[in-house]
């Protein structure tokens, strides 16, 4: 999230980079088109709220691919460049969950509810329990790794306690950020849990575009994104309109590897407000 200031900010920089980029240094022109383009990302993607044309987000772009091509250490892993892959991926490896991604309940009755709230009432000692109500997002699930503020993994859940490394996929989700400040809350290491979905607009889209070129049609919105993250051509994942909604945090540590779920982050919607 951007504050109003950094935005109004972020605003006059990008048509300073528009209408004068002689009057940066490499490195200050590098910096800025970082910042302006990850900032559109999350306006366009995230709020759906576009604060340029199409045509000035490319020339940019292309402006820092080229920067970036022409003085390679100005490259940094969080630049939007590295969202557009190198290369296909040939195999998909294991990795483990750093907490096992549990799967959930369903519950279709009130008696299931208070039966639950017995158990959490029992488990816990606690006489009153308050309970955080969202909405059930119905995709692939995913779980991130950050360390020292860089997104370093990216996992499906497989069943549960191993998934699959699909890294360079997760980084062709513009709702996806490369880089966090998690450090700001003295959080070294996390791990954050989600959904990949493909909203119903985009899906029908999709499906559009496919009947036009005479190729078969999505059965439905679930499976075609749980599909798309297993693609082999990372770039072909982006053009498949997919979405990350991230809502929980499984594990968190400072940099000793002190855990900061029981001692620091006290209650799921500490870790929401967080996030």
């Known amino acids: 999230m951007y504050a ?19 009057g940066f240094s490499k490195k200050e022109k590098a910096e800025a088109l970082k910042k302006v383009l990850n900032y559109r990302d999350w306006r366009y993607y995230v709020l759906s709220e576009p604060v340029i044309q199409d045509f000035d987000y490319d020339h940019l772009f292309k402006e820092l691919t080229k920067l970036e091509s022409e003085n390679p250490e100005l490259v940094t892993a969080d630049s939007p460049t590295r969202r557009v892959a190198r290369g296909l991926t040939d195999d998909f490896q294991s990795v483990s969950h750093l907490v096992s991604m549990l799967s959930l309940d369903n519950s279709y009755n009130a008696e299931d509810i208070a039966d639950f709230d017995k158990s959490v009432k029992k488990l816990t000692g606690a006489e009153h329990v308050e309970y955080c109500v969202e909405p059930k997002f119905d995709g692939a699930s995913i779980a991130l790794v950050y360390e020292n503020d860089q997104l370093t993994r990216a ?81 072909e994942v982006k053009t498949r309109g997919l979405e990350a909604i991230l809502y929980h945090v499984s594990f968190a540590e400072d940099k000793h590897g002190r855990d900061l779920l029981f001692n620091g982050l006290h209650t799921h919607f500490e870790t929401i407000e967080m996030l």
């Open 4 to 22: 109003h200031a950094e935005q109004t900010e972020l605003n006059h920089l990008t048509q300073k980079l528009l209408k004068s980029p002689e």
């Open 155 to 235: 996992a499906t859940r497989g069943d549960g306690a191993v998934g699959e490394d699909i890294t360079n996929n997760a980084k062709a989700l513009a709702s996806i950020p490369l880089s966090a400040k998690f450090s700001k809350f003295g959080i070294h290491k996390i791990e954050i849990r989600g959904e990949v979905i493909i909203q119903k607009e985009v899906f029908e889209k999709l499906n559009k575009g496919r009947h036009a070129k005479g190729e078969k049609l999505f059965q439905n919105s679930r499976n075609t994104a749980s599909g798309s993250l297993r693609l082999k051509d990372p770039n």
